[in-house]
């Protein structure tokens, strides 16, 4: 029977737990699972789904939020901190989705309302690039189901021009990308 065993260095990440929802809680966690995928030498990509929930679901503020996420992508290595002027970046990037429909920005009346805005429009300035799902202004249609808008952010473009590109989700999931006309 042939050895199946993967490498050490490939093996999939340990399983973190969060002690709780507190800032510091996440802060603890997201920082031992940056620090165990930077010990592999991998680029650290920090991808943070629906950041937004949490931020409704506990008793952080929105600055509370935005700090937490600037300094996990800000975070160093200790021994590069020892060096002088040496910084090595531990995130390489960071992907943080949020919903950002009109109503939840629009209609602040509530303190949630006004710290989900607060925050989505915070996230957007702090971006390089920022991509927007919206359904057809038209209405439904056989082939599309939406618009993808893609940006540059608040921090700039990086040299790359806007983009909006039309999608379609099929019945079976599949998602297929194109430009209008095509």
Do not use: C
């Amino acid at each position: 029977m042939p050895d199946t065993q993967l490498p050490e260095d490939k093996l999939p990440a340990r399983d973190i737990l969060l002690r709780g929802t507190a800032v510091e809680d996440v802060r603890k966690g997201l920082q031992s699972a940056i620090e165990q995928a930077a010990s592999r030498g991998d680029r650290v990509v920090l991808v943070l789904d629906q950041m937004d929930a949490w931020l409704a679901m506990a008793e952080a503020r929105e600055v509370e939020v935005m700090d937490l996420l600037l300094s996990l992508r800000e975070q160093t290595s200790f021994f590069a901190e020892k060096l002088v002027n040496a910084r090595e970046q531990k995130v390489h990037s960071t992907i943080v989705t949020v919903s950002a429909d009109d109503p939840l920005l629009h209609a602040q009346t509530t303190t949630l309302e006004k710290e989900h805005a607060a925050f989505a429009l915070s996230l957007a300035h702090e971006a390089y690039r920022v991509m927007a799902l919206r359904l057809l202004d038209t209405g439904t249609a056989l082939d599309v189901s939406g618009v993808v808008r893609i940006t540059g952010g608040g921090k700039g473009n990086g040299g790359m021009a806007d983009a909006e590109f039309l999608y379609y989700v099929s019945g079976d999931g599949g998602v297929k990308v194109f430009e209008r006309g095509a």
